[in-house]
């Protein structure tokens, strides 16, 4: 089962020298304080939420191992070119004197990030500074949900007749939710589900459906990728197509879109229209051949 919950963030926080060590056991090279600018997201808690949900406190538990490395986009677009920060470490934070609607002390988890100082994220800086940019939202995966009256999976109607956030004899029903399984990422989000949402937490809707579009996104952009190298066979520039896969890999979509463009007017200069050329097919597979136009 996959849960998109919101949270919130807190702003800038101290940087020392373990910190900088944790932040530079995930970089490329070694980064200098002053290029680095650190803060603090309340990723989830075990209070119920809006949507009649919890975390478990072993849930949470499970899932601090499991946030740290992953990064931080905006409003869950899943691209390479909206990441903007990246968790290094985590921590659950028990506060002490304050219970949930279930009973149990308060504790919600933690998770420090990191993005490095440039001209392109100064804006998002200071907005989070700001108290602009506070809400966030985690995407993750659970194998149970577990109702709160009957113990069954609140989803199975057959078994489980409950409705989450209804009151029976006295008694509130919301899913628990148990197993941590995976965690995709965190995602600055405008409004959150979770009720102590801040730059410290949030969730929202059905990551299935985020996972399907990003599913149709990496088919796209195959199909893209598949289409460049067979025009650049055809194109006259001469270009092997083992160099062609290799480079095109490497390219996102602009520049994909960039070099099919600088192809296609290339074999309607020589050509006029797309030939057949049966050496350039035999050495394509017909599933690369076939691959722009799948949807």
Not at 60 to 68: C, K, Q, R, S
Not at 127 to 149: F, H, L, M, P, T
Request: aromatic share 8%; proline share 2%.
């Amino acid at each position: 089962m996959n849960v998109n919950k919101q949270a919130g963030v807190d702003q800038g926080i101290a940087l020392d020298e373990t910190e900088l060590g944790l932040i530079n056991a995930m970089s490329r090279k070694k980064l200098a304080p002053e290029e680095v600018y650190t803060f603090a997201v309340r990723l989830c808690d075990n209070e119920v939420d809006r949507d009649g949900e919890r975390f478990a406190t072993q849930t949470l538990e499970e899932l601090a191992a499991l946030f740290v490395g992953k990064s931080g986009i905006f409003d869950h677009q899943w691209s390479a070119g909206r990441q903007t920060a990246r968790i290094y470490r985590t921590e659950l934070v028990r506060e002490e004197g304050t219970s949930t609607a279930a009973g149990e002390p308060l504790c919600y988890l933690k998770g420090y990030a990191y993005m490095v100082r440039t001209e392109g994220n100064r804006d998002l800086i200071a907005e989070i500074e700001g108290g602009i940019k506070k809400e966030v939202s985690v995407g993750c995966a659970v194998a149970e949900a577990r109702c709160s009256i009957c113990g069954e999976n609140i989803r199975d109607k057959a078994k489980c007749p409950h409705e989450k956030g209804r009151e029976y004899g006295g008694k509130l029903c919301w899913a628990e939710l148990l197993q941590a399984t995976d965690a995709y990422e965190w995602s600055f989000v405008a409004v959150p589900a979770q009720r102590n949402a801040g730059v410290l937490k949030s969730w929202r809707g059905d990551l299935r459906q985020l996972e399907r579009e990003a599913a149709l996104g990496r088919k796209y952009l195959q199909s893209l990728k598949d289409e460049v190298v067979r025009l650049g066979g055809v194109s006259g520039f001469g270009l092997e197509q083992s160099t062609l896969k290799a480079v095109v890999q490497r390219l996102e979509e602009p520049e994909l879109n960039a070099l099919k463009r600088a192809f296609e007017g290339q074999v309607d200069k020589l050509w006029g229209v797309e030939p057949q050329l049966p050496g350039w097919e035999e050495q394509t597979s017909g599933e690369s051949r076939d691959g722009a136009f799948l949807i």
